[in-house]
């Protein structure tokens, strides 16, 4: 471990869901725009290992770090944000604890001990927080726990941090989220359930060294001073987080309310001697997000759609596509299901863009296939991604191969055209996700194809989530018809891309570029279809 290695713990209260994400993004932002090295963690209380089996609707998007691990969305933003790959060991679940512990325990690694929540999860629990700076000598570990204070789920978290707080006073800091609720027939805010929580938190054993009020509504100054004296804390210590109208408005916010600098000076540095944080770039994309004035029209047609969190990162990837090409975004999402080749044409109608989601299950496929044949015989600008471009496959061969039974192995393996596949070599893993891509794989792209002039070199790099495959006995007659298979996995051939030409915009991708866009460095992918959209053609 690196002896100057910071540890910064972001704990919430009074309700779920007030943003501690984007808190610990934004810290985060501002801190590694100060020259720091800053790594963000999430620990979650939920005993699944991890959120690979979750249902969507319940957990939102399972995002995919670049080792193959199913990860919180949160990372996400992390990534977004800090424009830096997170890695397995950044989300830990209370089940992967539980599992270590246990297989250890298996092992004899306990010599007999009985095993107990302390010491045995907590050392758990800090080893996993502790290894982050031993494999990266990072300056700041941010970690994000999950849950509500108070909750059953989070007190072996809790615990964990008071001890670490005990054993590095000096090195670890604890800021806690809370929400102020404002009752409109009293017509004031109410700092009660701040009060409560933190009085959770110090039961604990933990007192929290800085306080961040989430609010629809400004905080006086006199309610922060409030505020300080019933939780103990400084005045200067306790910040709002006010509702904004983006997500990368927070970190311009709380750099406006001294987080950074508070930070800092509580975990000893002199502030004199650190560098102002650097958000010129920042601020030039924020400029471009807010003052765009012109619309690009997106329909996202899913069938997780009721859910914005179920596709966070594809809405956020095409934000940022949309502000770099000077234009406000305006999105607007179809469940699958409800689409049909009657309704098609009236729905998507208007729209710039098309874009066909990932989604596991056959639900809602053949809404996607209307959706594709709509886009494809009316050069509007069509974009899918894994299941998307699984369902362009099928639907292409369908309406121009002429296979009227076309389909994939997952959803009917006994019929005769089945243009998506499962490898050979995997039919034979039946653990639950075990037959999945998951993870980096390289693709190799073919000179002279619309995806090779987008990256514009010849192998990249992207992130999978999926079972299933293009099945190569079609390739060739689907090349014949005009459907490209640009991009291929270099090792195995697989197919990773698909382009249809004499088509404005007609791309799937078997991957999820959505994983890889951040702020500063937007998905080439998404850029060209945006700017497809913009013109129609190019």
Request: net charge negative; charged share 25%.
């Amino acid at each position: 471990m690196a002896t100057d290695t910071k540890y910064i713990f972001i704990t919430g209260g009074v309700a779920s869901s007030l943003g501690k994400g984007i808190i610990a993004a934004s810290l985060g932002k501002l801190l590694q725009a100060r020259g720091f090295r800053v790594t963000n963690q999430k620990f979650d209380p939920y005993i699944n290992v991890d959120p690979g089996t979750l249902n969507p609707y319940e957990h939102g998007e399972c995002y995919v770090t670049v080792d193959g691990h199913e990860a919180d969305l949160d990372l996400g933003h992390y990534e977004r944000f800090l424009s830096q790959q997170t890695h397995k060991r950044n989300n830990i679940t209370t089940g992967r604890i539980y599992q270590n512990v246990i297989e250890k325990e298996r092992r004899g690694d306990y010599l007999g001990k009985t095993v107990q929540v302390i010491p045995h999860i907590t050392d758990e629990i800090k080893r996993n927080i502790r290894r982050l700076a031993e494999s990266d000598n990072f300056d700041f570990v941010i970690t994000e726990i999950g849950g509500t204070v108070g909750d059953i789920e989070s007190l072996p978290y809790i615990e964990s941090l008071r001890q670490l707080k005990w054993e590095m006073p000096k090195n670890c800091l604890c800021i806690h989220l809370t929400y102020v609720p404002y009752l409109s027939a009293a017509k004031e805010l109410k700092t009660k359930p701040t009060q409560h929580s933190v009085k959770d938190l110090q039961q604990e054993g933990v007192q929290p060294d800085i306080i961040i009020l989430r609010t629809e509504h400004h905080i006086s100054d006199e309610m922060r001073r409030k505020v300080a004296l019933f939780c103990n804390v400084e005045t200067e210590a306790v910040m709002q987080s006010i509702d904004a109208p983006t997500i990368y408005r927070v970190p311009l916010n709380m750099q406006a309310e001294g987080l950074d600098r508070v930070v800092l000076r509580k975990l000893g540095f002199d502030i004199s001697q650190v560098p102002e944080a650097d958000m010129n770039d920042w601020n030039s994309f924020l400029s471009k997000l807010e003052n765009a004035k012109q619309e690009v029209r997106i329909c996202l047609v899913g069938k997780y759609v009721q859910l914005k969190d179920a596709y966070m990162s594809i809405y956020e990837s095409l934000s940022h596509a949309a502000a770099y090409n000077d234009r406000r975004l305006v999105l607007t999402s179809v469940l699958a299901d409800n689409l049909t080749e009657e309704n098609a044409e009236e729905t998507l109608r208007g729209h710039h863009g098309v874009i066909v989601a990932p989604g596991f299950g056959s639900r809602g496929l053949e809404g996607k296939f209307a959706a594709l044949h709509y886009c494809r015989e009316h050069n509007v600008p069509c974009f899918g991604i894994c299941m998307g471009m699984q369902a362009m496959a099928i639907e292409f061969a369908r309406n121009v191969l002429g296979y009227a039974d076309a389909n994939s192995t997952e959803f009917d393996p006994d019929t005769k055209h089945n243009v998506i596949d499962i490898m050979e070599s995997q039919k034979n893993l039946v653990n639950l996700g075990g037959s999945m891509r998951l993870g980096a794989y390289p693709c190799r792209l073919k000179e002279g194809s619309r995806a090779y002039g987008i990256y514009g070199k010849n192998i990249i790099s992207e992130r999978h989530r999926h079972r299933y495959e293009f099945n190569h006995l079609y390739q060739k007659e689907f090349e014949n018809a005009g459907m490209k298979c640009s991009g291929t996995n270099p090792d195995s051939g697989l197919v990773e891309i698909i382009e249809l030409e004499n088509h404005p915009w007609y791309i799937g991708v078997q991957f999820h570029p959505e994983y890889s866009s951040t702020v500063l460095h937007p998905h080439p992918l998404f850029l060209d279809f945006v700017h497809a959209a913009i013109t129609g053609s190019k």
